[in-house]
């Protein structure tokens, strides 16, 4: 027995070990030589350029990098905690950020596959080694972390106050609250916690965010007054719409009205439509018990509904595949989803599997890279251009519409934040009298 435990795990090892060289293969010797670009941070330096400009006494959205379009396009708050930047060298800023942002791969695969190991049998160790270089492999975190962006810190940020909100923090809703001060598009998760009846963690976002903001507006007044009356609405500033690696709704139609400008009418009818959609579902994946299945669905429509949304944003996408991941190795869909397959389990398991793998495919070998060039512009005409510009909005749009909810094992029951002092002394007072003949226990 204990030499065929040692066969396994060491089987394992070596799994986890060619899997971990075939991805490294593929992105050093294969996608390299067909992209041809690392991006070296380029995100970064312009975060910290733009802050050192602030520090030495200039308005920080006239900076631009190198004498280029690229400046600053976050609110005033995220230029707050970006402040640290420009206390390091650039190639050590750099080398911080690549270190910390592969921490977070590894902490979000763990979040994402030990339950899916305690529930189908498997060691937790085994499954979030073998998911660590995949998640990374995915455009979305492979570009955040090429670029130096932030999207890995957000994901956080939004994972620590659902982990917060289980365990019935008081504090929990200040991480969505960050989040949203720092890039806005977080927002729409405070929507998903107030439509799921989470009030206090709700209050706690809005309150939290307001007040970043506001710390913010009494730091520099002027820079605050900048974004949210001129800079917030010049999109030309966040770069084309029409660029390939604009994998919004917007993106989608400003290419098809290429070179004219797609209809604002249209686009806030389809973002209307996939709001909806997208918030219904996710409402309906909490209420069966599926809070990742929810999250993911609420963070697909962020990126759906937002005007900009670059393929490095696009991070929840991975944890759609896990989803599906965990369909296919057997856990049913809640009831509802899935209609046409109900009850037919070897079915679910294959289309599940089939879905996990096509949306793994298409962000591991970056189909839309392979019709555009690193600016934005196409490569290609026609048919090959509808659909090979879009892939990543047809994905998306599809795991909105088709994403199912699961059938989860009932676990901890959510504790509520405790009461303060004044609550609960009204909560006292305001309680009914005991029934008559009843003692007190």
């Known amino acids: 027995m204990e030499l065929r435990r040692v066969v396994r795990a060491g089987l394992r090892v070596a799994v986890v070990c060619a899997v971990t060289a075939g ?35 200039r308005p920080l959205y006239t900076f631009h990098r190198n004498q280029t379009h ?54 937790r160790w085994f499954l979030v080694a073998l998911a660590v270089p995949l998640i990374y492999a995915m455009e979305p975190v492979r570009e955040t972390i090429g670029y130096g962006q932030v999207n890995l810190y957000i994901v956080a940020l939004v994972v620590v106050d659902l982990i917060a909100i289980r365990r019935g923090r008081a504090w929990a809703g200040v991480g969505i609250g960050l989040a949203t001060a720092i890039k806005l598009t977080p927002g729409l998760f405070i929507l998903y916690l107030a439509l799921t009846g989470r009030r206090r963690p709700t209050v706690v976002a809005v309150g939290t965010s307001v007040g970043a903001t506001l710390l913010a507006l009494g730091v ?31 993106g989608l139609l400003a290419r098809l009205a290429d070179p004219g400008r797609p209809s604002t009418a249209v686009w806030l009818l389809g973002a209307g439509v996939l709001l909806v959609v997208g918030m219904w579902r996710a409402v309906r994946a909490f209420r069966r018990g599926d809070e990742l299945a929810g999250i993911t669905l609420t963070g697909l ?69 392979l019709v555009s060039k690193d ?55 305001t309680a009914p009298p005991p029934p008559a003949g009843s003692s007190p226990r």
């Open 23 to 57: 991805v490294w293969f593929y992105l050093t010797r294969v996608l390299v030589l067909h992209l041809g670009y690392w991006h070296g941070g380029f995100d970064l330096k312009v975060y910290r350029g733009a802050v050192q400009w602030w520090l030495d006494g």
């Open 301 to 369: 429509t962020s990126c759906l509904i937002s005007p900009i949304s670059w393929n490095h944003h696009l991070f929840w996408v991975v944890p759609a595949v896990v989803v599906l991941l965990d369909v296919a190795a057997g856990t049913p869909p809640a009831p509802g989803s899935w209609r046409l397959l109900n009850g037919r389990r070897r079915a679910t398991a294959a289309v599940a599997g089939a879905a996990a793998l096509a949306v793994f495919a298409v962000f591991f070998v970056s189909v839309v890279a």
């Open 375 to 429: 600016t934005g512009y196409l490569t290609v005409t026609g048919a090959v251009a509808v659909l090979g510009a879009n892939a990543y909005v047809y994905v998306m749009v599809a795991l909105l519409f088709l994403l199912p909810a699961r059938t989860l094992p009932a676990g901890p029951p959510v504790r509520e934040a405790p009461l303060s002092p004044a609550e609960g002394a009204a909560a006292r007072t």
């Open 70 to 123: 690229f400046g600053f396009t976050y609110p005033p708050f995220a230029a707050l905690t970006m402040l640290p930047l420009a206390w390091v060298g650039e190639a050590l800023a750099i080398q911080l950020d690549v270190a910390v942002s592969l921490l977070l791969v590894v902490l979000l695969s763990w979040w994402l596959m030990r339950p899916l190991a305690d529930r189908h049998g498997r060691p």
């Open 220 to 250: 520099s007044p002027g820079t605050s007054v900048q974004f949210w009356t001129v800079t917030l609405f010049d999109t030309a500033r966040v770069g084309r719409l029409a660029s390939a690696h604009n994998q919004s709704l917007m």
